[in-house]
């Protein structure tokens, strides 16, 4: 083929992978907005820029500096170009990129999809953004030496300072009009959406175009918003990809409200949901205080956040009432991170199931804030964890949930801590080698039960109540799997009354998969406290006591149904009844599987 006609293609192939190149891991760097509102001037950028790299930090990986709102002229140039108010940036902005760039750092411009920058002054303070001035801006930002540029939502329409979905312009054109500018210019730019979540299916049109995309109302100095982000982030996580992260918003950590312990938790979920890390504390003439510096500056905990793997931590299990998550994801090289976070007053022992993480063990535990190693986790893991904490663990030499090692002793083969999550007597073991055509498996000491093992080493139909045994197998055997059938499991649609019938041939308790959906994303409510992206539903079996789950956003849209995790108690041998009651707001249960 001729050059000729390769050309087009290899056009093709670079504006199709354009967005990835900018940038593999989350980026990292410092803000001025959560500390400085729109009023930070050129003095204060320029000396935290140099605290980011006095005090360590820029040798962590925090380079991109962005000087938030606040920046712009009223008007544009007699060209129409955008420029600086003069009185904050008396030097102007190409000296300041130039400034940044030599020490080491990476310019980050800030600008909108509307007509005006936000500002909390509103219609007071109309300061210029790029709508319609997209390819001149690209290019002026370019010329200053820009590096990334974050790209904001206010004016959409030029009218109102917020345009509320579903009144908004399609903000996917504003956005994606940007995208093709910064593209089209020589300086690679790292392009921040930030369109706050609101309107449907953020991250379909967002991860086309955008490295990051800001997926909820603004961070507020406060621990519920925390929860409330944390809420939002849950059925995004799994788009999470090198070049494309969802954006939880910049630090608060250092802004002297979020305790030690809260602001570990805080920047703990950041980093593993892989958003970019900006700092949003004042480090200039030593504001900074000592706990939050050794918080940014903890290596092991942006290792997390920088893995090449990019993939995000997903919520595996909540337990509302004790007021406490399971978070887990993978990392490179087949390693994985668990958080278990106490959303609680309290500090609490919390004892958490590998398997319900995926693993039965591991060979390798690095508490990550302790900087300790522990030995080797098998089967559950129990720590203190303070009033608002979290244990933040990273795992290594994983085992897969449900394989056990036993100890061979003269009378058979013994298996401590055998998990199983659910209450059923459709458990299937594999014993391997399968020595015997009938083994006799004693189940936590009791009646030995005699069955008949297939040559495959499989023993079907065994009763298991959810929780830990011990079982005794009559041979000598290396390894036991346990399994649960999977005809055992059983979708039902929710009737308009919400109870359900559930035949079970054991008593206990049993993990249900509950299909929901909660699109109620707090924005308006997300200042107060008083919108924590959550909704409530109680659960109670045989009419025995109710108990609540709070139920985070369920995916992009009112159509898009998400799936939660719980247990319930009080099940017993023959027809059970399992309602659901105080279903919150506009919340949709759509229907429950029942474990068992
Ligand atoms: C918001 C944005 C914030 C900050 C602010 C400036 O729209 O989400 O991160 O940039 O505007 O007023």
Same mark, same amino acid.
């Given at each position: 083929m001729s050059i000729h006609k390769l050309l087009p293609l290899v056009l093709f192939i670079v504006t199709a992978n354009a967005v990835n190149k900018h940038t593999t891991t989350p980026p990292m760097g410092w803000n001025s907005y959560n500390h400085y509102s729109c009023y930070a001037n050129e003095t204060q950028i320029q000396s935290n820029a140099q605290a980011l790299v006095d005090l360590g930090l820029a040798s962590v990986g925090y380079t991109y500096v962005v000087p938030d709102c606040g920046w712009s002229a009223k008007t544009r140039t007699s060209e129409g170009k955008i420029t600086w108010n003069e009185t904050f940036y008396?030097?102007?902005?190409?000296?300041?990129?130039?400034?940044?760039?030599?020490?080491?750092?990476?310019f980050g411009i800030y600008s909108g999809a509307g007509t005006w920058q936000c500002h909390p002054e509103g219609a007071n303070y109309l300061i210029q953004a790029s709508l319609g001035h997209e390819?001149?801006?690209?290019?002026?930002?370019?010329?200053?030496?820009?590096?990334?540029?974050?790209?904001?939502?206010?004016?959409?329409?030029?009218?109102?300072?917020?345009?509320?979905?579903?009144?908004?312009?399609?903000?996917?054109?504003?956005?994606?009009?940007?995208?093709?500018?910064?593209?089209?210019?020589?300086?690679?730019?790292?392009?921040?959406?930030?369109?706050?979540?609101?309107?449907?299916?953020?991250?379909?049109?967002?991860?086309?175009?955008?490295?990051?995309?800001?997926?909820?109302?603004?961070?507020?100095?406060?621990?519920?918003?925390i929860f409330?982000?944390?809420?939002?982030?849950?059925?995004?996580?799994?788009?999470?990809?090198?070049?494309?992260?969802?954006?939880?918003?910049?630090?608060?950590?250092?802004?002297g409200v979020l305790t030690p312990e809260e602001s570990r938790t805080h920047f703990s979920i950041w980093a593993m949901e892989k958003s970019p890390l900006f700092i949003g504390a004042a480090l200039e003439n030593n504001l900074l205080d000592a706990d939050a510096l050794k918080i940014f500056s903890n290596k092991e905990v942006v290792a997390i956040n920088q893995d090449l793997l990019g993939r995000a931590a997903e919520l595996v299990r909540r337990f509302s009432e004790e007021e406490y998550d399971v978070w887990a994801g993978p990392l490179a090289g087949d390693g994985m991170v668990v958080a278990v976070i106490n959303w609680g007053a309290t500090e609490r022992n919390i004892t958490i199931n590998l398997p319900d993480v995926g693993i039965q063990s591991a060979k390798k535990a690095r508490d990550v804030w302790a900087a300790t190693d522990l030995d080797g986790l098998d089967t559950t893991y129990s720590a203190l964890i303070p009033s608002h904490g979290v244990k933040l663990l990273r795992l290594e030499g994983l085992t897969k949930a449900g394989e056990y090692t036993g100890k061979i002793g003269s009378d058979g083969t013994a298996f401590k801590n055998v998990y199983a999550f659910t209450s059923s007597s459709n458990y299937t073991i594999t014993i391997t080698p399968a020595t015997a055509s009938r083994v006799s498996l004693i189940i936590d000491g009791?009646?030995?039960?005699?069955?008949?093992?297939?040559?495959?080493?499989?023993?079907?139909?065994?009763?298991?109540?959810?929780?830990?045994?011990?079982?005794?197998?009559?041979?000598?055997?290396?390894?036991?799997?346990?399994?649960?059938?999977?005809?055992?499991?059983?979708?039902?649609?929710?009737?308009?009354?919400?109870?359900?019938?559930?035949?079970?041939?054991?008593?206990?308790?049993?993990?249900?998969?509950?299909?929901?959906?909660?699109?109620?994303?707090?924005?308006?409510?997300a200042w107060s406290g008083? @919108?924590? +992206? #959550?909704? $409530?539903? %109680?659960?109670?079996?045989?009419?025995?006591?109710? !108990?609540?789950?709070?139920?985070?956003?369920?995916?992009?849209?009112?159509?898009?149904?998400?799936?939660?995790?719980?247990?319930?108690?009080?099940?017993?041998? @023959?027809? +059970? #009844?399992? $309602?659901? %009651?105080?279903?919150?707001?506009?919340?949709?249960? !759509?229907?429950?599987?029942?474990?068992?």
């Open positions: 008396p030097s102007g902005f190409p000296a300041l990129g130039k400034k940044l760039h030599s020490l080491g750092l990476m390819k001149e801006d690209a290019q002026t930002f370019s010329d200053w030496g820009g590096d990334y540029l974050k790209y904001d939502n206010c004016w959409a329409d030029g009218k109102n300072f917020v345009v509320y979905y579903p009144n908004e312009t399609d903000p996917s054109a504003r956005f994606r009009k940007m995208a093709t500018e910064i593209d089209a210019v020589p300086r690679d730019f790292v392009y921040g959406i930030c369109q706050w979540g609101v309107g449907n299916n953020l991250e379909r049109w967002a991860s086309k175009i955008g490295n990051n995309w800001r997926m909820s109302n603004d961070i507020t100095n406060a621990w519920h918003s409330r982000i944390t809420n939002q982030v849950v059925p995004l996580a799994r788009y999470s990809k090198p070049g494309g992260y969802n954006d939880m918003d910049m630090l608060m950590v250092g802004n009791k009646n030995p039960i005699t069955r008949p093992v297939s040559r495959s080493g499989i023993i079907t139909d065994v009763s298991l109540s959810a929780g830990l045994h011990e079982l005794r197998v009559s041979s000598r055997t290396k390894s036991l799997r346990l399994a649960l059938s999977d005809f055992s499991k059983e979708y039902q649609d929710a009737p308009a009354s919400l109870s359900f019938n559930v035949d079970s041939t054991i008593s206990g308790s049993k993990v249900v998969d509950v299909s929901y959906i909660n699109y109620d994303l707090s924005f308006d409510k008083e @919108g924590l +992206n #959550v909704l $409530n539903a %109680t659960f109670s079996v045989n009419g025995g006591k109710g !108990k609540t789950w709070r139920f985070p956003i369920s995916g992009q849209s009112w159509e898009e149904v998400g799936t939660m995790r719980i247990e319930l108690d009080g099940f017993r041998n @023959g027809r +059970n #009844v399992v $309602n659901i %009651t105080g279903v919150e707001g506009k919340m949709i249960v !759509k229907g429950v599987e029942i474990w068992g």
